[in-house]
């Protein structure tokens, strides 16, 4: 059998550390997802939002219902942050 040659040089001793040149390091930031806060059904009851409705302000889609107040109906827009508890900030590691 014959085995194959090394390339010229292989079997030199390595050259020594140059400490002069500053070493590079990377860091890895990993933050995780940010999840939305708990919903809050009574207060979407207290509001008038009908359960249809209530998926729309979970996924962050404002709502459009109709009230009454003072015997007249008059539109009222509900928005997310009205019936969505504080979302707990993402995790970093």
């Given at each position: 059998?014959?085995?194959?040659?090394?390339?010229?040089?292989?079997?030199?001793?390595?050259?020594?550390?140059n400490f002069d040149v500053r070493p590079v390091s990377y860091?890895?930031?990993?933050?995780?997802?940010?999840?939305?806060?708990?919903?809050?059904?009574?207060?979407?009851?207290?509001?008038?939002?009908?359960?249809?409705?209530?998926?729309?302000?979970?996924?962050?889609?404002?709502?459009?219902?109709?009230?009454?107040?003072?015997?007249?109906?008059?539109?009222?827009?509900?928005?997310?942050?009205?019936?969505?508890?504080?979302?707990?900030?993402?995790?970093?590691?």
């Open positions: 059998m014959h085995r194959a040659q090394l390339p010229r040089g292989f079997q030199l001793q390595l050259p020594p550390p860091v890895y930031i990993i933050v995780g997802p940010r999840f939305r806060g708990k919903f809050n059904a009574d207060r979407a009851t207290e509001l008038g939002v009908f359960r249809e409705d209530r998926a729309k302000l979970a996924r962050g889609q404002s709502v459009t219902i109709k009230v009454k107040v003072d015997g007249k109906l008059v539109s009222r827009t509900v928005r997310p942050h009205e019936v969505l508890a504080e979302s707990d900030p993402p995790a970093v590691g």
